[in-house]
């Protein structure tokens, strides 16, 4: 890992501090910036969305796709909690917690919204920081690859869907012009973009490219995450605690994932360096999708785009954590 994935969480953290000061002292800077947008898409948001997923995208080789039948367990375990357990857990944990037991502290309309942006953490599954946690574990990474790869196919098609259907579920009105333009914008464009330069840019070329532009990625992640909080400053300054409220869901919905993975690629009998793979991209989300579609749907300041925001800080200490465990596990595998 490179110093700003070593240290994700740390600039993370110093990116919602710098946020919230600059939307307490530029508030009309703020708002210039929100009023940017063409149905219900902000543009400099996009742009930046854009430059943290190309990146990820030109990783992505589909002609790896063709070795997937080799070792199906793998690859079916973590389609099996990425498309049919997680999404619905995750939905399930947001409601019981924000529609239940945190009721006194939170009004409905702001439940609500952090019920939809858990949602959207949920129904995406991880595309890029997953290589990380793969390397970390000594994971096979054209088997990763694979995943990865098809992951991405079944979200171009999949992911509005289920996001609609659980946000329905929850009594949340779902504009489907602008989910679906999310999805064509920061999922298939991207991947359209990746493959059209993988087409172009052959062998190391590709290496060198993706090193030249993992900054501008995590500088575009960053910048996203200042502009959110500098959006929700006030929210945050006056109610701090909601921080805590949606990271105790998040925390154990990502624990509990990676629980019952772990307890399934055992049962499956998986080598390790299989099985550690798919369970890291079985439990970590696209926080980066998840951020761009909670944008676009209910707006830069809203409890949505905080939730998914909140999914960025809670992540990455909480994979590095399950990444330990699994190495210090090694032995429970064949």
């Avoid at 920081?129 to 096979?140: I, P, R, Y």
């Avoid at 493959?195 to 500088?219: D, E, F, M, Q």
Wanted: charged residues 10%; positive net charge.
């Amino acid at each position: 890992m490179g110093l700003f994935e070593r240290y994700l969480s740390v600039w993370v953290a110093l990116s919602i501090v710098v946020g919230v000061v600059l939307g307490q002292v530029f508030p009309t800077l703020f708002s210039l910036v929100a009023s940017l947008e063409i149905a219900h898409v902000n543009l400099v948001v996009a742009v930046l969305i854009w430059v943290m997923i190309y990146p990820m995208m030109i990783h992505i080789d589909f002609a790896a796709i063709k070795d997937v039948g080799k070792k199906p367990k793998g690859l079916a375990l973590t389609l099996v909690v990425n498309w049919l357990i997680k999404p619905f857990t995750m939905a399930l944990i947001a409601w019981l917690f924000f529609d239940v037991l945190f009721a006194r502290w939170v009004d409905p309309q702001s439940a609500s919204e952090y019920i939809a942006g858990m949602i959207l953490l949920g129904v995406a599954p991880c595309t890029a920081m997953v290589f990380v946690w793969s390397q970390l574990c000594n994971g096979d990474p054209n088997y990763t690859l694979v995943q990865v790869s098809i992951n991405d196919i079944i979200m171009v098609f999949a992911f509005a869907p289920i996001c609609a259907l659980l946000l329905g579920v929850n009594a949340i009105t779902v504009p489907w012009q602008t989910l679906l333009l999310s999805v064509f914008l920061y999922v298939l464009i991207p991947l359209a973009a990746g493959y059209l330069t993988r087409k172009l840019i052959r062998g190391n070329g590709i290496t060198k490219l993706g090193k030249t532009l993992k900054p501008w990625s995590i500088c575009g992640l960053l910048t996203t995450i200042v502009l959110l909080f500098g959006f929700q400053a006030d929210v945050i300054l006056s109610k701090p605690h909601i921080i805590v409220l949606i990271a105790i869901p998040l925390l154990i919905q990502t624990y509990g994932i990676f629980a019952l993975s772990f307890f399934a690629a055992q049962r499956l009998r998986l080598p390790f360096n299989i099985a550690a793979p798919a369970c890291m991209i079985a439990t970590s989300n696209f926080f980066e999708l998840a951020v761009a579609v909670a944008i676009s749907l209910f707006g830069l300041n809203s409890g949505a785009a905080l939730a998914t925001v909140v999914g960025v800080l809670v992540e990455v200490p909480v994979m590095l954590s399950l990444v330990y465990f699994a190495n210090r596990n090694q032995h429970r595998f064949g």
